[in-house]
């Protein structure tokens, strides 16, 4: 059983920055897929950024360029740095751990959430 810990969220202004971390209970990062979702209010969780286990991070359009998720593995935490942040960042934000083996989803996990408000 794998458990993530995500922390971080908050209430920030318009342009404003945030970083997250999600701690997870054991050295999963070359087994496991890590990356970040989050879920609006009314809409349906989507990707925002995925690290593979060799570490390099995919970002969601919406995201790009603003973003930047991160590992340390020693500490088995990962990061998202949030910059230049929009009212329409703001949702829960989920850290996800996946283990595929040829082609099936063998493990699946999430953190439990925190919340990201972009307000002013």
């Known amino acids: 059983q794998v458990q993530l810990v995500e922390s971080g969220g908050g209430l920030v202004q318009p342009g404003g920055s945030l970083r997250l971390s999600c701690v997870a209970s054991?050295?999963?990062?070359?087994?496991?897929?890590m990356s970040w979702y989050r879920q609006a209010p009314g809409k349906q969780r989507e990707l925002v950024a995925v690290i593979t286990s060799g570490g390099s991070a995919n970002y969601a359009d919406p995201v790009k360029g603003r973003f930047t998720m991160s590992r340390d593995i020693a500490k088995t935490t990962l990061y998202l740095q949030m910059n230049s942040l929009k009212p329409e960042d703001t949702a829960v934000y989920y850290c996800?751990?996946?283990?595929?083996?040829?082609?099936?989803?063998?493990?699946?996990?999430w953190g439990q959430g925190t919340q990201v408000t972009v307000s002013s």
């Open positions: 996800n751990a996946r283990r595929v083996v040829n082609g099936i989803v063998k493990n699946n996990y």
């Open positions: 054991g050295s999963i990062f070359g087994l496991y897929t």
